[in-house]
């Protein structure tokens, strides 16, 4: 049993850093066994390079038909298993980005050798994301390949953001809701686009009460959606939830809001990405009477990404 266990051991020992691995930006992400590692932080237009070390174990060597390594823009839909940061087929593969670099003729490798690599001003369009239903992750590969025993291959990830400037136009929420001769309200919020450290400012004003409210609260909704059609999937979670009121309001009333964007777990709203999948965002207002019915009104907002300061 020992040796149909050792017969199935990679021969070599693989690792790939990056150029200025020691100075770049390094962010957590989750596996999904929910260990957080670090990952480099890149942005769209940048060059990518660095180092790869092949190294056999002690007293072998590697006959190999060619040494490659792949810069992969990767979005993964349906249910996925990841193990050691690679992903395993229980979902569908959509390859957006695939850059080549050929690194050796085939040959053979007795001792470590090194590997020198570089892919210059990557278009890297889309964000990393990791969702409900959908994955996009950028990732090297590199690939060893053999005529038997199978090609060895080694992953390394790494997470790509992209910045916006402020909007030029940003226009405030206006709305009316209600239920005709019972209750009549208006809410204000400053703005539609907000920025992930963003302050939601608004207010709720109170036109018409004839129905006895108990609680109203402010909920941050994301909507992830995959597929297209009648194959859409939609998956909405509740990120926030925030009290403004507890207890009947007058007509007159007027009720201040001011929420945090920065607490909670956001990222950019993703529009129809490479026609896979979406992310939107949702500020749903929900009163609630006292015989426990519940009343909603939802408006979509955009969240975008700042550039950080240096």
Do not use: W
Request: glycine share 6%; aromatic share 10%.
């Amino acid at each position: 049993m020992n040796y149909l266990i050792g017969a199935f051991k990679p021969s070599c020992n693989i690792s790939i850093t990056f150029a200025d691995g020691k100075s770049r930006k390094q962010v957590p992400t989750k596996k999904e066994n929910g260990q957080t590692v670090m990952v480099p932080l890149f942005q769209s237009q940048e060059n990518i390079s660095g180092k790869i070390s092949v190294e056999p174990l002690q007293g072998k060597k590697i006959e190999h038909n060619g040494v490659k390594i792949e810069l992969l823009g990767q979005i993964v839909t349906g249910k996925c298993v990841r193990v050691n940061i690679m992903y395993f087929d229980r979902g569908n593969f959509y390859d957006f980005t695939s850059l080549v670099r050929e690194l050796d003729v085939p040959g053979e490798i007795y001792e470590r050798k090194t590997y020198s690599f570089e892919f210059s001003t990557v278009e890297m369009p889309y964000e990393t994301y990791s969702g409900v239903n959908v994955r996009l992750r950028y990732v090297l590969k590199v690939t060893i390949s053999r005529g038997y025993g199978g090609s060895i291959v080694e992953y390394q990830d790494f997470m790509v953001r992209n910045y916006t400037p402020p909007p030029e136009i940003n226009n405030s929420i206006k709305m009316e809701v209600g239920i005709e001769d019972c209750l009549h309200i208006e809410f204000e919020y400053n703005k539609n686009k907000y920025h992930l450290k963003d302050v939601i400012i608004g207010k709720i004003y109170f036109l018409l009460v004839r129905i006895k409210i108990k609680n109203m609260d402010l909920e941050i909704r994301r909507r992830e959606s995959t597929g297209s059609g009648a194959n859409t999937h939609v998956e909405t979670e509740t990120l926030a939830k925030f009290e403004l009121m507890d207890g009947a309001p007058v007509r007159g009333e007027s009720i201040p809001i001011r929420l945090f964007l920065s607490p909670y777990e956001l990222t950019p709203t993703h529009r129809n990405i490479n026609n896979k999948f979406s992310v939107k965002y949702y500020l749903n207002l929900v009163l609630v009477d006292e015989e426990d019915r519940r009343y909603f009104k939802q408006q979509e907002i955009t969240v975008y990404r700042l550039p950080e300061a240096s």
